[in-house]
């Protein structure tokens, strides 16, 4: 493929290697590389010379800061079938990854958030350095922690996938390993020796022994017991009322953070994570292609992405404003079967 495609696939050795190529846009996904990269995963599940597939990003800035966030708010505007395209197909492609028959490893380098992550945790080996920053930040432009959010964050040790999903909070590396985003901590420096050892034939396992390194200690442990007892309420409103009333400068600022979210996406969130422990990784997704429908047809995206990318004024007018203002029938809503067919997989 050319220097200007938007994603290049390559095979060396054993290796079947996807690099996201728009290091410019920090790697963010777009429905043409959805495209691209479900083919090319399904032709080397097929091609036995491919042992291992390893995922990366373009550049040392980004492993893929998420998806294309401002084609679809301007595919949804104007009822583009294209924005729901490009979920369906996305949540078909974290599915595959999920399920991929072969180890599939994503070289967590850089910025990994939304789109990026479900092409990287949803992997069976997830790789991190120590320019990692990851985060679900959905709730901050009127959306909801998609791409298997559903499933993984409520398989994160205790209330932690709570804590992350609500507050779109950036973690680093030995934050990274400690919640289970990332299951070892490799410096950058050794990626290429990692990479090269890969394609030799040499497990993954033995390269990960060679090759990773102790994380640091985790910030998120020294406040483990805090977001276990305040994200374990019954509610977003009783999570912020129990943080502000704990009196700690910590708690304060993450109350103060949740406040400034789109609160229809917190509640969304918080009923997303709680249900997601008890389903199947396809069932998961199907759920999040409900969301999405209902997401789109509202005000708080496009909202979000008005305040936040496309003016940058910081200052969404949220619809409802208030947390307490979200009522049980308007979530009920947002989690009802699709009249238009549920989400299906190939």
């Known amino acids: 493929m050319s220097e200007e495609a938007e994603v290049l696939f390559a095979r060396n050795g054993v290796a079947g290697i ?7 846009a920090l790697n963010a996904l777009t429905l043409n ?4 990269i479900h083919p090319q995963l399904r032709a080397w599940a097929a091609d036995d010379r491919v042992k291992i597939v390893i995922i990366e990003g373009a550049g040392e800035k980004a492993f893929c800061a998420g998806g294309d966030i401002r084609a679809l708010h301007d595919w949804g505007k104007t009822g583009d079938p294209s924005a729901l395209a490009f979920w369906r197909e996305e949540y078909r492609l974290n599915t595959y990854i999920k399920r991929y ?3 599939y490893v994503a070289l967590m380098d850089g910025i990994d958030m939304g789109g990026g992550v479900g092409v990287s945790v949803n992997g069976s080996r997830r790789v991190a350095t120590e320019r990692l920053t990851f985060a679900m930040p959905e709730t901050g432009v009127g959306l909801f922690p998609d791409v298997g959010g559903t499933y993984f964050l409520p398989r994160c040790p205790g209330e932690i996938g709570m804590f992350l999903g609500i507050t779109g909070e950036r973690l680093k590396v030995a934050d990274a ?3 289970g985003i990332a299951d070892v901590y490799v410096p950058s420096d050794r990626l290429d020796l990692l990479k090269m050892r890969l394609a030799e034939g040499v497990s993954i396992d033995v390269a990960l022994r060679e ?3 102790p ?3 985790a910030p998120l442990a020294r406040h483990r017991a805090s977001i276990d007892r305040h994200f374990a309420k019954g509610s977003v409103s009783e999570i912020v009322a129990s943080l502000k009333a704990d009196g700690g400068e910590w708690e304060a600022k993450v109350a103060a953070n949740i406040e400034t979210k789109s609160p229809t996406s917190c509640s969304v969130a918080y009923r997303q994570i709680r249900e997601g422990d008890r389903l199947s990784f396809e069932e998961a997704m199907q759920l999040e292609y409900r969301l999405t429908n209902r997401f789109i047809k509202g005000h708080d995206f496009y909202e979000g992405v008005r305040a936040i990318i496309i003016d940058k004024d910081q200052a969404p ?3 409802p404003a208030k947390l307490d203002d979200v009522t049980t029938a308007e979530i009920d809503a947002y989690f009802a079967p699709l009249e238009s067919g549920e989400l299906t997989f190939e």
């Open 18 to 24: 996807i690099t996201l190529n728009r290091p410019k």
């Open 177 to 179: 390993v400690y919640a």
């Open 211 to 213: 090759l990773s390194a």
């Open 215 to 217: 994380a640091d200690e």
């Open 33 to 36: 590389m959805v495209r691209l």
């Open 317 to 319: 007018k949220w619809k």
């Open 101 to 103: 028959p072969k180890p």
